[in-house]
């Protein structure tokens, strides 16, 4: 069941990809919509997505979708989580790290994911129980056991303020003691580079579904944890993530728990 399925996922994915990599010269001059503080969407968001859409149900009529631009489509107990364009804020300005992620979920519980990066042709999938894949490379993640000479993943919530406070100080306690931080803007992308081992650990503050859905089962495949700021599993539905090695993931907990306020909980 999972091959056929994932195989559609990657066609969906590279088809989307190319939509994307034909527009990128023209990013700077493409309508911008603002669905929110600091939410954007451009006309490439949404005609990447309804292609992913078209292929899948081409393949799969009776599934249901939940999908950044245009939100549920009922089906059946099959679910494809869709962010056409992970770093729209980044393709927008030309700066080069964004993708597409696809996830999809079987009676709640992650089957499936694709993260592709249309500009450096990497193309990230993963089957439940089957491992993760980098074109066709098996990936595992860091062995680091020390925050010394660790490199690690955030994203700010700039969508939400109110986290603001809370969010400076586990960077404050992280930067203490690691090697350093990245911020580069596209969640998706981070927890395939967590899986590949690029990055030793990660946390976020209030993601989408769409947002981590198929990086944390790359993550998950290449050996790494993954739990939301209460250390359970709810991380899909708080947006509240910390992941990485069992190793990292347990020295990040012990950093950022302190400053995790109720709100976050």
């Known amino acids: 069941m999972q091959q056929p399925m994932l195989n559609i996922a990657v066609r969906a994915a590279r088809a989307a990809g190319d939509i994307i990599l034909r527009a990128t010269d023209k990013a700077a001059h493409l309508q911008v919509e603002y669905k929110g ?22 393949a799969y009529p009776e599934h249901g979708f939940l999908a950044e631009e245009s939100g549920e489509h009922a089906g ?20 080069p790290q964004y993708a597409v ?9 992650l089957e ?3 993260v592709y990066d249309p ?21 595992r993640v860091t062995n680091l056991t020390s925050m010394k000479g660790a490199l690690i993943g955030t994203g700010f919530p700039f969508k939400v303020p109110q986290h603001l406070d809370a969010y400076m100080e586990m960077f404050k306690a992280v930067t203490i003691d ?8 596209s969640a ?14 990660f946390w976020e503050i209030e993601l989408k579904e769409w947002d981590m859905a198929a990086g944390i089962l790359l993550l998950k495949e290449a050996g790494g944890v993954a739990t939301d700021f209460s250390f359970n599993d709810g991380y899909l539905e708080s947006g509240n993530v910390i992941a990485g090695s069992p190793r990292m993931h ?11 306020t109720d709100a976050l909980k």
Request: charged letters at 25%; glycine letters at 10%.
């Open 112 to 114: 499936v994911g694709v």
């Open 37 to 58: 503080k600091n939410d954007f969407a451009t006309e490439i968001d949404r005609f990447a997505e309804r292609e992913i859409i078209s292929i899948i149900k081409a």
């Open 188 to 201: 998706a992308l981070d927890l395939a580079y967590l899986a590949a081992g690029r990055l030793d650990a």
């Open 101 to 109: 992620s696809i996830a999809l979920k079987v009676k709640g519980r």
């Open 76 to 95: 059946n107990e099959y679910v494809w989580v869709i962010d056409p364009l992970d770093g729209t804020t980044n393709f927008v300005h030309g700066f």
């Open 250 to 260: 347990q020295l990040m907990y012990q950093l950022i728990e302190p400053h995790v």
């Open 178 to 185: 690691s090697a350093g931080i990245r911020r580069a803007g």
């Open 119 to 139: 500009l450096r042709d990497e193309l990230f999938t993963a089957k439940r129980g089957g491992g993760a894949m980098l074109n066709n490379r098996r990936l």
